[in-house]
């Protein structure tokens, strides 16, 4: 049996922003009109705040495959990546496993792209002011695929450690805030990639118009977004079941009373293939939830599995 094996360093070379946010747009709309599927992701706790996880799935040319995850947020401190793991590619005529893909980097990469691809379809046309709440691994690759789709003028970040955030922000340019409110106050996107366990953004603090993508949140339990804001956002789900089971703002505000399932307008897939409306004017605050479906990781694995792909 001969497998190939696609390790980080060829994904992170050929599997750029620009290849990355087609890919994962696509497979979203496969997602929604129903011509993919996936399981819920199974995830089982481990000790010390962990998690190892398994997300299986089937893309509509037939080929399928699974990511197994281990999640050690901690590893960001060291200067590593929270998310390690393997994408197990299968081919769709015998059933043989073909493939071994490194899944740290897809996760990196098509996170940041399937986030920017949504800022893509709601943000307003002049958004030019990206917030980034954050410093890990997700909060640079926010950055550099958003830029990628968009030319930003500021780009401003906040952490909790000043001294990651300041380091970031000398990195690629950007400048620090002494506060979430106080990050976002101007800015017309806002991406959430903290490891927040309560929320560290409020309604008062989003002015009118912004697009915010909520991602560090990947399961029940944690929550970036306060429920005054999912109440007041058109709230669009990377995959309707998944953050009705799992998305932790959805959740918290529906066991607050405040919301209830229909506030899931619908999946951005929908959004991206214009059966679905996104924001249906300027002064609407849209909210773009994502928990990381497989088929994004499937789409990009296949991509990066195929001779002439990149």
């Not at 995850?69 to 015998?94: A, C, K, W, Y």
């Not at 958004?127 to 958003?146: D, K, P």
């Not at 000043?162 to 990195?171: G, I, N, S, T, Y």
Request: proline share 4%; charged share 20%.
């Amino acid at each position: 049996m001969n497998i190939r094996f696609i390790d980080a360093g060829e994904v992170a070379r050929r599997l750029t922003y620009e290849a990355a946010v087609p890919l994962v747009r696509q497979a979203m709309i496969a997602l929604a009109q129903g011509r993919t599927r996936q399981l819920l992701r199974g995830i089982i706790d481990l000790d010390g705040g962990n998690a190892f996880g398994v997300m299986p799935g089937a893309m509509d040319q037939g080929s399928f495959g699974a990511k197994l995850v281990s999640v050690f947020p901690g590893n960001v401190t060291r200067g590593g990546m929270s998310h390690q793991g393997l994408i197990v590619m299968f081919d769709p005529e015998t059933g043989a496993p073909v493939a071994v893909v490194d899944a740290g980097e897809v996760t990196a990469i098509r996170t940041a792209a399937a986030s920017a691809a949504a800022t893509q379809a709601l943000a307003l046309g002049d958004a030019n002011h990206l917030a980034v709440l954050g410093t890990g691994e997700q909060a640079r690759r926010h950055i550099l695929a958003i830029r990628a789709i968009r030319p930003l003028q500021r780009v401003t970040i906040w952490g909790r450690d000043a001294a990651r955030a300041a380091a970031l922000a000398e990195e690629l340019g950007c400048e620090t805030a002494p506060s979430p409110c106080e990050a976002v106050a101007d800015a017309a996107i806002i991406c959430t990639v903290t490891a927040a366990a309560e929320p560290i953004l409020f309604a008062p603090d989003v002015r009118a118009g912004s697009h915010i993508n909520a991602v560090g949140s990947s399961r029940a339990g944690p929550a970036e977004i306060a429920t005054d804001l999912v109440v007041r956002s058109r709230f669009f789900a990377d995959h309707r079941a998944g953050v009705l089971s799992q998305g932790a703002e959805f959740l918290r505000a529906k066991a607050e009373g405040a919301i209830d399932d229909d506030h899931v307008l619908g999946e951005i897939g929908e959004v991206f293939a214009g059966s679905l409306a996104g924001r249906t004017a300027a002064q609407d605050v849209t909210l773009y939830k994502s928990l990381g479906s497989i088929v994004q990781d499937l789409a990009c694995a296949a991509w990066l599995c195929r001779e002439d792909g990149g």
